[in-house]
Nanobody
Framework: QVQLQESGPGLVKPSQTLSLTCTVS??????????WSWIRQPPGKGLEWMGSIAYDGSTYYSPSLKSHTSISRDNAKNTLYLQMNSLKAEETAVYYC??????WGLGAIGSWGQGTQVTVSS
């Protein structure tokens, strides 16, 4: 059973850069044909798919976030990364990394991390 664990700073100032890490255990992030996504949920709102990185390293992004979001990985460490620039207060949310079978969206998700709270505030 794969396990995902997010980590990162709980508080980020507006306009600064957010860097989150997702450590994966119990399965390789390069195993075909899985996709590893980042999803967030602002307080009182629904889930938002942000982007994903595939087993082969291909990346996919939500059009609304692509300009200031980057997803990468370290195969040797079996770890995923999310970086977001120029953060805004409305991007305060719980951020999740997940494992699924689709490159895009919220469908076919098999495993979730516990999530990490990120607050954007001065």
């Amino acid at each position: 059973q794969v396990q995902l664990q997010e980590s990162g700073p709980g508080l980020v100032k507006p306009s600064q850069t957010l860097s989150l890490t997702c450590t994966v255990s119990g399965g390789s992030i390069t195993t075909s044909y899985y996709y590893w996504s980042w999803i967030r949920q602002p307080p009182g709102k629904g889930l938002e798919w942000m982007g994903s990185i595939a087993y082969d390293g291909s990346t996919y992004y939500s059009p609304s976030l692509k300009s200031h979001t980057s997803i990468s990985r370290d195969n040797a460490k079996n770890t995923l990364y999310l970086q977001m620039n120029s953060l805004k207060a409305e991007e305060t949310a719980v951020y999740y990394c997940v494992k699924g079978l689709e490159s895009w969206g919220l469908g076919a998700i098999g495993s979730w991390g516990q999530g990490t709270q990120v607050t954007v505030s001065s």
